[in-house]
């Protein structure tokens, strides 16, 4: 049983960064692909950032490219997310994923993630 724990969340002003982290325990953490996703009040859950396990290769959501930076400790068995350039509309609860499926590439469906934390909340006020 993998299990994932977020932190890094909290309150910052537009513009300003933060740095998520999600340390996980159990399974095969290098073997993973690992995911980053956020829900907004009324809003359903949606793909943020991916990291592929074979070679760190990321993938993001259109509207984070540029400001947010997937990565992976294989060592520490940690995925991180810097957050940059925050909107109020990156206010969210985030949360990591992990996706087993060592045999096809990154996903961006929250359908193939198979265990996931318990989230962090993020609020950037305007």
């Known amino acids: 049983q993998v299990q994932l724990v977020e932190s890094g969340g909290g309150l910052v002003q537009a513009g300003g960064s933060l740095r998520l982290s999600c340390a996980a325990s159990?399974?095969?953490?290098?073997?993973?692909?690992m995911g980053w996703f956020r829900q907004a009040p009324g809003k359903e859950r949606e793909f943020v950032a991916a990291?592929?396990?074979?070679?760190?290769?990321?993938l993001y959501a259109d509207s984070v490219k540029g400001r947010f930076t997937i990565s992976r400790d294989n060592a520490k068995s940690t995925v991180y997310l810097q957050l940059n350039s925050l909107k109020p509309e990156d206010t969210a609860v985030y949360y990591c994923?992990?996706?087993?499926?060592?045999?096809?590439?990154?996903?961006?469906?929250?359908?193939?993630?198979?265990?996931w934390g318990q989230g962090t909340q993020v609020t950037v006020s305007s």
């Open positions: 994923a992990a996706d087993t499926r060592w045999y096809y590439s990154a996903s961006r469906s929250i359908n193939d993630y198979d265990y």
């Open positions: 159990g399974g095969s953490f290098s073997s993973y692909h």
């Open positions: 990291v592929h396990w074979t070679d760190g290769r990321p």
